[in-house]
DNA sequence: GAGTGGTCTAGACCACGAG
DNA sequence: TCGTGGTCTAGACCACTCG
């Protein structure tokens, strides 16, 4: 693991709650972590903070510091570890083996939309990418992605028969960390219920966004249109305004 | 506004973004920026998280903060200004007034599930309330919302036919804050086809989770379910691990 | 090596909630 | 009034990137 402070308190008050050592649902109070932890306050502070975020714990001035029960419980629905972006990760369920089939791969001029999108000159080319996601042999999802070719020149027909995130990372030490994303549902199209095995009064889910590297550059724009009962995003949701 | 000074330094960087203060897309170095405004570099620091956490920028150390394009250019199908958790604030498509019919208001005993997710003791009571809500008079989602009595004793039909989110802040000061949300689609029942006027093969997107109250208390547990062509749920991502 | 963001400290003072 | 979390400061040292 890590060395760093925030993220060893982090860890370790998780253990500490998941082992129920705090039964009246209140940690400690800052100073007092500060004092048994022999850090500084703000590092206390910074490890509340991502906890906060991440709907572990509630904060309230003038009171304290509480453990949200649903953490402790475990809420019926709900089993949110944070976020993934890559579909590979995303979509885990069960011990089912992910499986990719490549149903088109060709250079295209972007359209207008797309050049804003990705932040293109006018004569960039874009890679068009069509991929049917699998379990198991089972297809679950249609993904279309658009990759400038001047971000990653070499990509070839068997780079894109895998995970695209995971050559990104193991081959070229580049990480996508950050997207925007779009998600709704649509009624299936005739290809959807091809492919995706759907009756016609069975719908998509689809995720549709903007894929960023590290260092910011738009990596690629991705609708991904999923069998709807493969369909489910968890979040935990703050209200702006709040850091 | 507030005058906290991180808060002060992020609505001015982002009036500078948006003047195109910034030409080669690249921030002043942090220390730059504590000499100009004047503060310390743990406020600078502060507002450049903040900001980079709502996808406004990107930090990269050993070189720089840059700007999103994307936030500067406006992305075709973007327009994300943060959460909104209130259904009357998210749809505020347009210049439609928002109307709500209420459908059902009862008591009920919870189920297992709901007792857990609302963290309700085995003899506690929930509000069971069902309403439409439209946008000048077009129906758009059918929502089901569970509300233990204790949290709201004082309930009653002429409050639940208005936004009870409303009621909360201006009569009890208190705020929604929170959400664990659950995002997903299914293909529409006979009761969804004939209160949103929708045809057999068109679905609908659901939307379901938990409310917090300020102080952590699970305030609600809402099952919204929406014309398909009103649900676009729009999100920054972050991977996890990160602060 | 110079410049940049990341982590951490030690301490001051403020704002809110409860008794 | 007191205990709690919130904001802010001033400065040290580390880790990464790039010329």
Do not use: C
């Not at 129920?20 to 206390?44: A, C, G, I, N, W």
């Not at 003038?62 to 890559?86: A, D, H, M, R, V």
């Not at 009064?201 to 990596?219: A, H, R």
């Amino acid at each position: 693991m890590a060395d760093l402070v925030y993220q060893n308190i982090i860890a370790d008050l998780k253990k500490a709650i998941n082992a129920e050592s705090f039964p009246s649902m209140k940690l400690p109070d800052e100073r007092t972590l500060t004092e048994h932890y022999q850090v500084s306050r703000s590092s206390v502070k910074r490890a509340l903070n991502v906890m906060a975020n991440q709907g572990i714990i509630f904060k309230k001035r003038g009171s304290g510091t509480f453990i949200n029960p649903l953490y402790l419980k475990g809420g019926s629905f709900f089993n949110y570890n944070g976020s993934n972006l890559g579909v590979t990760d995303s979509f885990k369920a069960g011990n089912r083996t992910p499986g990719i089939k490549l149903l088109d791969f060709q250079v295209i001029k972007p359209s207008a939309e797309l050049q804003r999108d990705l932040f293109l000159k006018p004569d960039d080319f874009v890679y068009e990418i069509k991929r049917l996601r699998l379990f198991d042999d089972e297809p679950f999802m249609i993904e279309t992605g658009f990759i400038p070719i001047k971000v990653m020149p070499e990509l070839t027909e068997k780079i894109v028969s895998s995970s695209i995130f995971n050559y990104l990372e193991t081959e070229k030490n580049q990480e996508v960390t950050r997207a925007f994303l779009s998600i709704f549902a649509e009624p299936s199209t005739d290809d959807d219920q091809a492919h995706l095995k759907l009756k016609p009064t069975e719908p998509v889910g689809i995720m549709e966004g903007i894929f960023f590297l590290d260092d910011g550059t738009p990596f690629e724009f991705s609708t991904m249109r999923l069998h709807y009962q493969y369909m489910k995003y968890n979040t935990f949701v703050t209200v702006s305004g709040r850091e």
